[in-house]
Nanobody
Protein backbone atom coordinates (compact mmCIF):
# COMPACT_ATOMS: atom_id res chain seq x y z
CA UNK A 1 0.00 0.00 0.00
CA UNK A 2 1.35 3.38 -1.01
CA UNK A 3 1.69 6.03 1.67
CA UNK A 4 2.74 9.63 1.17
CA UNK A 5 3.50 11.63 4.31
CA UNK A 6 4.51 15.26 4.50
CA UNK A 7 6.29 16.86 7.44
CA UNK A 8 8.15 20.00 8.36
CA UNK A 9 5.35 22.55 8.37
CA UNK A 10 4.70 24.92 11.19
CA UNK A 11 4.57 28.53 12.28
CA UNK A 12 7.37 30.77 11.09
CA UNK A 13 7.96 34.51 11.20
CA UNK A 14 8.14 36.55 8.00
CA UNK A 15 11.58 36.24 6.50
CA UNK A 16 12.11 32.83 8.02
CA UNK A 17 12.76 29.46 6.43
CA UNK A 18 11.26 25.99 6.46
CA UNK A 19 12.21 22.68 4.96
CA UNK A 20 9.34 20.42 4.04
CA UNK A 21 9.80 16.71 3.56
CA UNK A 22 7.64 14.14 1.81
CA UNK A 23 8.35 10.48 2.40
CA UNK A 24 6.69 7.90 0.21
CA UNK A 25 6.52 4.18 0.81
CA UNK A 26 5.01 1.12 -0.74
CA UNK A 27 7.01 1.04 -3.95
CA UNK A 28 9.94 2.73 -5.66
CA UNK A 29 9.27 6.26 -6.88
CA UNK A 30 12.57 6.84 -8.63
CA UNK A 31 10.85 7.08 -12.01
CA UNK A 32 8.11 9.37 -10.73
CA UNK A 33 7.90 13.10 -11.02
CA UNK A 34 7.57 14.65 -7.58
CA UNK A 35 6.11 17.97 -6.68
CA UNK A 36 4.76 20.34 -4.10
CA UNK A 37 1.47 22.17 -4.34
CA UNK A 38 -0.23 24.48 -1.90
CA UNK A 39 -3.72 25.63 -1.10
CA UNK A 40 -4.49 28.76 0.83
CA UNK A 41 -7.90 29.32 2.46
CA UNK A 42 -10.49 30.20 -0.15
CA UNK A 43 -8.11 29.62 -3.04
CA UNK A 44 -7.47 26.84 -5.51
CA UNK A 45 -4.57 24.46 -5.13
CA UNK A 46 -1.55 25.74 -7.01
CA UNK A 47 1.78 24.39 -8.09
CA UNK A 48 4.82 25.37 -6.05
CA UNK A 49 7.61 23.28 -7.54
CA UNK A 50 8.22 20.01 -9.33
CA UNK A 51 11.21 17.79 -9.97
CA UNK A 52 11.36 15.16 -12.68
CA UNK A 53 12.84 11.69 -12.34
CA UNK A 54 15.96 13.09 -14.01
CA UNK A 55 16.19 16.00 -11.59
CA UNK A 56 14.80 18.74 -13.81
CA UNK A 57 13.09 21.37 -11.67
CA UNK A 58 10.28 23.81 -12.24
CA UNK A 59 9.07 26.58 -9.93
CA UNK A 60 6.10 28.85 -9.69
CA UNK A 61 7.04 32.46 -10.26
CA UNK A 62 5.88 33.29 -6.75
CA UNK A 63 8.59 31.14 -5.13
CA UNK A 64 11.31 31.22 -7.77
CA UNK A 65 14.63 32.34 -6.37
CA UNK A 66 13.78 31.64 -2.75
CA UNK A 67 12.79 27.96 -2.89
CA UNK A 68 14.60 24.78 -3.80
CA UNK A 69 13.14 21.35 -4.50
CA UNK A 70 15.29 18.23 -4.29
CA UNK A 71 14.84 14.50 -4.07
CA UNK A 72 16.54 11.46 -2.58
CA UNK A 73 15.51 8.41 -4.56
CA UNK A 74 17.16 6.04 -2.12
CA UNK A 75 14.82 7.36 0.57
CA UNK A 76 11.79 7.89 -1.68
CA UNK A 77 11.75 11.43 -0.35
CA UNK A 78 11.28 14.87 -1.86
CA UNK A 79 12.18 18.09 -0.07
CA UNK A 80 11.18 21.71 -0.41
CA UNK A 81 13.44 24.34 1.12
CA UNK A 82 11.63 27.64 1.40
CA UNK A 83 13.40 30.86 2.37
CA UNK A 84 12.30 34.45 2.87
CA UNK A 85 8.81 33.28 3.73
CA UNK A 86 6.01 35.82 3.62
CA UNK A 87 2.43 35.79 4.93
CA UNK A 88 1.18 35.05 1.42
CA UNK A 89 3.02 31.73 1.60
CA UNK A 90 0.60 30.59 4.29
CA UNK A 91 -1.16 27.48 3.02
CA UNK A 92 -1.46 23.75 3.33
CA UNK A 93 1.39 22.23 1.35
CA UNK A 94 0.77 18.95 -0.45
CA UNK A 95 3.17 16.44 -1.93
CA UNK A 96 2.32 14.92 -5.31
CA UNK A 97 3.86 11.93 -7.05
CA UNK A 98 3.08 11.16 -10.69
CA UNK A 99 4.22 8.22 -12.76
CA UNK A 100 3.34 4.87 -14.31
CA UNK A 101 -0.20 6.10 -14.89
CA UNK A 102 -0.73 6.81 -11.21
CA UNK A 103 -1.04 9.97 -9.16
CA UNK A 104 -0.57 10.10 -5.40
CA UNK A 105 -1.21 12.91 -2.93
CA UNK A 106 -0.26 13.33 0.69
CA UNK A 107 -2.53 14.69 3.41
CA UNK A 108 -0.72 18.01 3.54
CA UNK A 109 1.26 19.98 6.07
CA UNK A 110 0.26 23.43 7.31
CA UNK A 111 2.66 26.32 6.84
CA UNK A 112 1.75 29.55 8.60
CA UNK A 113 3.82 32.68 8.18
CA UNK A 114 2.96 35.24 10.80
CA UNK A 115 4.57 37.53 13.33
Amino acid sequence: QVQVVESGGGLVQPGGSLRLSCAASGRSFSRYAMGWYRQAPGKQRELVATISSLGRTNYADSVKGRSSISRDNAKNTVYLQMNSLQPEDTAVYYCNLVGDGTNYWGQGTQVTVSS
